[in-house]
Structure formats: C-alpha cells, structure tokens
C-alpha cells in the first residue's frame, strides 16, 4: 500500500474542484436595444455592456454570461485555499451552437482563503477562468440548458408582444 493515498470521506464532500455559476442571455433574443428612462443605474450600466457586447460580437451565436461566478479550492479545506471569481461577458460557440469557440470576459477576483497569493497567481488564474468557462458552457449546452434558456425567452418575448408590453432587454 506504499505511495497511494485516498480519503475517500474527503473525495465524497469534494464533488467539484471549480465551481461555475451563471445566468445566459443569448443575444440574437434582444429586439431592443433602448434603456428604460427610469432604470436604475446598476442595470443601466449592464445594459450598456450588453449593447457594447452586441456591437463587437454581433447576435449570431454569442450568449452574454452575468450574474456569474468561478470559484477554485486549492485544498481538501473548506476554510483554506480558494480562489473566487466574478465575470461577465460573452461566449461564442461554432456555427452549429454546439460548442463554446471563444469567450470575452471581464474577470475579477473578489475574494480568497490563500495567505500565500502572490500577484503572478492571481494573473494565471484570472486568465484559467476563461478556459474554465468555455469546458463548463460545452457541458452547459449538452446538458440542454442552453435550449431550455432559448425557449423561456422566445415565450417571454411571445407573451410581451402579445400584450404590447415593453420589455427591455429581457433581463
């Protein structure tokens, strides 16, 4: 039994080694781009970086990732080791929207359990979440849940233009 090691008490309550958490807007589903007069200044400002996402990326197969999250541990310690990451920004996956091909994301890292974090660290990091978010969309699509965000919003915009509502941008 000399040099293998397993706790599997410790491999039961680790299910994940990285956490990804995100709402998706599939931006060929905005038909509006103007802002409510009256909106708040938070959701103003994503509404502003969502039009900036439409203009660099366009609409084709690009969804807008918010209210997101990545989050790393380090050790088999709940209190030690983790990285935590907030993101925003857009994928594009291939022409037949089955795959992510690309993300443009704002990355920040807003908390950690690390005493020994150096900056180098932090930077590696902030860029393995981009690579983290494009593994965890590819399971997101095959899982389905790319389709079933595509229909919730067609029946929200179904719903809104048959009442002559206002909706903005769907968020």
């Known amino acids: 039994m000399a040099g293998c090691y397993q706790n599997r008490e410790v491999r039961k309550l680790m299910k994940q080694w ?12 905005i038909g509006r781009f103007d802002i409510p007069l ?4 938070k959701y103003r400002e994503r509404c502003e970086r969502i039009k900036a996402a439409l203009d660099k990326h366009g609409s084709h197969n690009a ?8 989050t790393y541990r380090l050790t088999n310690d709940q209190e030690l080791g983790m990285l935590q990451f907030r993101f ?3 994928v594009l996956t291939d022409a ?11 990355v920040a890292l807003v908390r950690e359990t690390c005493d020994w974090l150096s900056e180098p660290i932090v930077q590696w990091f902030t860029e393995t979440v981009t690579h983290s978010v ?3 969309f590819d ?13 919730r919003i067609e029946k929200m915009q179904s719903s809104s233009d048959d009442a002559g509502g206002f909706m903005g941008m769907y968020l």
């Open 18 to 29: 990285i956490e990804i958490t995100f709402d998706c807007l599939p931006l060929r589903t």
């Open 38 to 41: 009256d909106a708040s200044p």
């Open 63 to 70: 969804y807008y990732l918010h209210n997101a999250q990545c």
């Open 88 to 90: 925003e920004g857009t």
């Open 96 to 106: 037949s929207d089955q795959r992510a091909e690309s993300c443009d994301l704002q």
């Open 134 to 136: 494009r593994v965890e």
């Open 139 to 151: 399971r997101y699509i095959e899982a389905g849940d790319l389709q079933k965000t595509r229909e």
